[in-house]
């Protein structure tokens, strides 16, 4: 893959702007017997948190019209378990390594922080503080400015990494929330998580999951995703990295030209796992025909100021 | 674990709604019974995960029932010879054949009966005695019982009585297991059958495995998306602890 791919995202550099969104790659060495997961652009681990986590009960996934709901609840093997088991592996396989951390306090938030300073191997930090599948915290640091703000602040203080913030498309303002966490410190902004979704068994007549709700990803998110990134990139200044309904390189264009400077591929994972290098490599194409840098595209749709 | 992009090379319908697909890549499949496959056509954005599927052939042409019950399904059991089938596996963790001497009795319901064809054949091949065990609710979802005629014993049993005894499949599991319990239990069909095949093996004292089936995003165990709970209390993955499990990890010992 050519320089044009490389992506500059403030402190992070990124050698193409396709990154696995957390959820969708497990820890990524899962997958290393068929993707070459050290080229990937980066890959954004399953959340950790402190302590590990069951998950939430069964059923946890149902498909939905060209997308789908999970209520998965932040299953992961803790902190201790993917400092020790899983990094080393990560190191070896030369994995760009995304931390994606979730809390449910902020206490817990700046630990997690401050322990992966010291972690040989991490590229940069993502604070999810928009799961909507776990009941005690998660998704409610995401809905206020005030609270994304506070969270991001105090991570930033305990943290050299690279900071990016996960955000929620449940915010009443998502603009508000993208400003708060750029004032408090992000050097990135990630967005979107999932929307609550539910689908009801009619034989059943109960909803299909055991939470009832859960986030809804996929295709069918995609145009929501897109305006809420051509609307933060509009009133913040740090990148944007956009994702929602990602499958095709089209739909990867559609991101930049809103204003991501790099893109993150989740649902479109499971049904092919290699797709984050072939969408890198048919963007390298598309951008060779018109001598373009990746750097060119973003914010392209917007009116000329 | 592989990643193939393949092709059908034949479809035949072996009972009403029901496809059996063939497929043949550039690479073998090589797999146990009981290992399963994602599979996914061709065919754009929607719908947007592969749908896991035992397998019921191996090798270098591997082959899947489909029961067409909804619209990836439906789409699957449309395709022709020559359509794209991306397949990616075989995954999980399949029977554990016993070589000792119990007689294996192989319990099937409905589509479950593609990995236990599978297993037959191989039980077969090695010089064992199959019994196959198969319920239905009507004769039209039978498929591939004449495949199974030719490894195995066949006990057939349909809730109308189109076709075998009237009933539910226990009832001549049961009888069998009364005559001579030095046997082992190789099962796979809907959950309530599976419960039911698990409590008369635990009461008969006979070993049996299960092969569930549940919800899922990628099949390897990264998406978390299967969990069952299991009798220890804590969540079982159906793609990568199983889909093959040990009955008393899955269903409580019957009273």
């Excluded at chain 1, 320089?3 to 403030?10: A, K, W």
């Excluded at chain 1, 750029?182 to 902004?189: H, K, P």
């Excluded at chain 1, 990602?246 to 989740?266: C, N, W």
């Excluded at chain 2, 072996?14 to 056509?41: K, S, T």
């Amino acid at each position: 893959m050519s320089q044009r791919l490389q992506t500059v995202l403030g402190p992070l550099t990124l050698e193409n702007p396709f990154i696995n969104a957390s959820g969708t790659f497990g820890y990524a060495v899962e997958y290393a017997d068929f993707v070459d997961v050290g080229r990937l652009g980066g890959v954004s681990v399953k959340g950790i948190s402190l302590d590990p986590r069951p998950g939430n009960a069964p059923p946890r996934t149902v498909e939905t019209s060209a997308g789908m709901l999970n209520s998965i609840g932040l299953a992961n093997i803790g902190i201790d378990a993917f400092i020790t088991e899983t990094m080393p592996r990560l190191r070896e396989l030369g994995v760009t390594v995304i931390v994606n951390t979730f809390a449910t306090s902020i206490e817990d938030f700046v630990e997690l922080g401050r322990r992966f300073n010291d972690v040989e191997g991490v590229a940069a930090l993502e604070l999810n503080i928009s799961c909507p599948n776990v009941h005690a915290g998660g998704m409610h640091f995401g809905v206020s400015g005030a609270a994304a703000g506070e969270v991001t602040a105090a991570v930033r203080a305990v943290t050299g990494l690279p900071l990016m913030v996960k955000l929620s498309p449940e915010a009443g303002d998502i603009c508000e929330v993208a400003r708060a966490v750029e004032a408090a410190g992000a050097d990135m902004i990630t967005m979107i998580n999932t929307i609550r979704g539910m689908v009801i068994d009619v034989d059943r007549r109960r909803p299909m999951l055991g939470q009832k709700m859960g986030g809804m990803s996929g295709p069918a998110l995609k145009p929501l995703a897109v305006r809420m990134v051509y609307e933060v990139y509009q009133q913040v200044s740090i990148p944007i990295i956009g994702m929602g309904g990602i499958g095709s390189l089209r739909d990867a264009l559609e991101f930049f030209m809103a204003g991501s400077a790099a893109v993150q591929v989740g649902t479109a994972n499971y049904a092919e796992p290699g797709i984050s290098l072939r969408l890198a490599e048919e963007l390298d194409a598309w951008l060779s025909e018109r001598d373009m840098t990746t750097a060119d595209l973003v914010g392209l749709a917007h009116d000329p100021a | 674990m592989k990643y193939l992009r393949t092709r059908i090379t034949e479809v035949e319908y072996p009972a009403p709604n029901h496809a059996l697909l063939r497929f043949a890549g550039d690479e073998d499949i090589p797999a146990e019974p009981g290992e399963f496959v994602m599979i996914r056509g061709d065919w754009g954005v929607h719908p947007v995960l592969p749908r896991a599927f035992s397998l019921v052939e191996s090798g270098s042409t591997g082959s899947v029932l489909v029961k067409a019950i909804g619209e990836g399904t439906e789409r699957l059991a449309a395709m022709v010879a020559g359509d794209e089938l991306v397949v990616f596996g075989p995954l999980g963790k399949g029977y554990q054949v016993d070589t000792s001497e119990r007689r294996p009795l192989l319990v099937a319901g409905g589509v479950g009966v593609a990995p236990l064809l599978f297993l037959a054949r191989e039980l077969h091949a090695a010089g064992r005695r199959p019994l196959f065990l198969y319920g239905a609710r009507t004769a039209d979802d039978l498929p591939l019982s004449a495949e199974i005629e030719q490894v195995a014993e066949l006990v057939i049993t349909t809730e109308n009585g189109s076709v075998g005894e009237q009933g539910l499949i226990t009832a001549p599991l049961q009888r069998l297991l009364d005559e001579d319990a030095n046997a082992i239990i190789y099962t796979c069909g809907p959950d309530g059958m599976l419960h039911a095949v698990a409590d008369v093996a635990s009461r008969a004292g006979v070993p049996c495995q299960v092969a569930l089936e549940a919800p899922m995003a990628c099949g390897m165990g990264t998406c978390k998306g299967c969990a069952v709970m299991g009798t220890d209390g804590s969540y079982k993955y159906v793609c990568y602890d199983g889909p093959v499990f040990e009955a008393p990890a899955i269903f409580e010992a019957a009273s």
